[in-house]
């Protein structure tokens, strides 16, 4: 038997390092999406085949967990240790998002994986349940994960979330904007980047305490901006929320050159998405300037993505 599920990415627009030390964050799930297909194989163990990475590996066991596959057999193992049904398996991992990007890429492929082994093995899952165990996949790649991008991946359209009081839907109408997202070309490594926070916070808390205050109350303002259609301010907002990653020490040059060049080029807002140092920022767009901003973006960046707000999160397909 074989299923196929996939997942959305996602774009957090506020609140990306603040929400690891329960302050509420507010992500929006993309069209670009992450596609797994599982099926019941004869033989032994659980082969992982990624298109994107070209890598094919069979696990059999407790192997070490440095392979890049290895977290996608991790969600696969977890989902049959709960629905309680074993089953050699072979699982295709086939991603729009591209990864490292802060675009959710571990969260989505580790959503429709839950999703697809569940079902090739003959177990519908609730969206809860997909969620809970693709977070014990995001542990293995993310260390401390915040739980926001499995959440969004299985839900879809705009969520705020906080880590001790879960996630609350926003109703919005996305159809006015678009997003832009631009890669820096930088590698990075979101637990690293977390890891480095932590570390500062640790060292000046009583300078970060009111910098994750203020976080924690721009983002219940962004969530009033999008639930009432106000996108400029939800720009200015995205602009203020830059500031403090940048004052926690997850920018750079290179992020800060792309974040004004999509200013100039008239985007409302634009910030690093994800955790820093690296990857993609993002720019909120009026529908009709988001081709002008991804122009100028491309003078300074090798991939542009422009992408809408996804409603759909996690689904089954033929």
């Given at each position: 038997?074989s299923?196929?599920?996939?997942?959305?990415g996602?774009?957090?627009?506020?609140?990306?390092h603040?929400?690891?030390?329960?302050?509420?964050?507010?992500?929006?799930?993309?069209?670009l999406?992450?596609?797994?297909?599982?099926?019941?194989?004869?033989?032994e163990?659980?082969?992982v085949?990624?298109?994107?990475?070209?890598?094919?590996?069979?696990?059999?066991?407790?192997?070490?967990?440095?392979?890049?596959l290895?977290?996608?057999?991790?969600?696969?193992?977890?989902?049959?240790?709960?629905?309680?049904?074993?089953s050699?398996?072979?699982?295709?991992?086939?991603?729009?998002i591209?990864?490292a990007?802060?675009?959710?890429?571990?969260?989505?492929?580790?959503v429709?994986?839950?999703?697809?082994?569940?079902?090739?093995?003959g177990?519908?899952?609730?969206?809860?349940?997909?969620?809970r165990l693709?977070?014990?996949?995001?542990?293995?790649?993310h260390?401390?994960?915040?739980?926001?991008?499995?959440?969004?991946?299985?839900?879809?359209g705009?969520?705020?979330?906080?880590?001790?009081?879960?996630?609350?839907r926003?109703?919005?109408?996305?159809?006015?904007?678009?997003?832009v997202?631009?890669?820096?070309?930088?590698p990075?490594?979101?637990?690293e980047?977390?890891?480095?926070?932590?570390?500062?916070?640790?060292?000046?808390?009583?300078?970060?305490?009111p910098?994750?205050?203020?976080?924690?109350?721009?983002?219940?303002?962004?969530?009033?901006?999008?639930?009432?259609?106000n996108?400029?301010?939800?720009?200015?907002?995205?602009?203020?929320?830059?500031?403090?990653?940048?004052?926690?020490?997850?920018?750079?040059?290179?992020?800060?050159?792309?974040?004004?060049?999509?200013?100039?080029?008239?985007?409302?807002?634009?910030?690093?998405?994800?955790?820093?140092?690296?990857?993609f920022?993002?720019a909120?767009?009026?529908?009709?300037?988001?081709?002008?901003?991804?122009k100028?973006?491309?003078?300074?960046?090798?991939?542009?993505?422009?992408?809408?707000?996804?409603?759909?999160?996690?689904?089954?397909?033929e």
């Amino acid at each position: 038997m074989s299923a196929v599920a996939s997942a959305p990415g996602k774009v957090i627009l506020v609140g990306e390092h603040f929400v690891v030390e329960n302050e509420p964050a507010i992500a929006v799930a993309i069209n670009l999406r992450a596609r797994v297909r599982a099926t019941k194989v004869e033989g032994e163990g659980v082969e992982v085949r990624s298109r994107e990475l070209g890598l094919a590996q069979v696990f059999r066991g407790d192997e070490p967990r440095s392979s890049p596959l290895y977290p996608v057999y991790f969600a696969a193992k977890v989902t049959m240790e709960y629905i309680g049904v074993e089953s050699p398996l072979r699982v295709e991992v086939f991603s729009d998002i591209p990864p490292a990007s802060g675009m959710g890429s571990s969260a989505a492929v580790a959503v429709a994986t839950v999703a697809a082994v569940a079902k090739a093995l003959g177990v519908k899952l609730a969206e809860d349940e997909i969620s809970r165990l693709a977070y014990r996949a995001e542990e293995i790649v993310h260390g401390k994960p915040s739980g926001i991008d499995n959440t969004i991946s299985t839900y879809g359209g705009a969520i705020a979330y906080r880590k001790t009081e879960g996630f609350l839907r926003l109703e919005a109408d996305f159809s006015p904007i678009r997003l832009v997202l631009a890669d820096s070309g930088l590698p990075r490594s979101t637990g690293e980047m977390v890891a480095r926070v932590r570390r500062l916070k640790a060292k000046y808390p009583r300078v970060f305490e009111p910098l994750y205050h203020a976080a924690g109350r721009l983002a219940i303002e962004a969530g009033k901006a999008i639930e009432a259609g106000n996108f400029r301010a939800l720009g200015e907002l995205m602009n203020v929320n830059h500031g403090l990653l940048s004052a926690i020490g997850v920018s750079n040059e290179v992020l800060e050159r792309l974040v004004y060049r999509a200013r100039e080029a008239g985007a409302l807002g634009a910030k690093i998405t994800g955790a820093g140092g690296g990857g993609f920022i993002v720019a909120l767009c009026e529908k009709g300037s988001e081709e002008r901003v991804a122009k100028a973006l491309r003078e300074v960046s090798s991939r542009v993505f422009v992408v809408d707000v996804s409603g759909e999160g996690v689904r089954y397909e033929e």
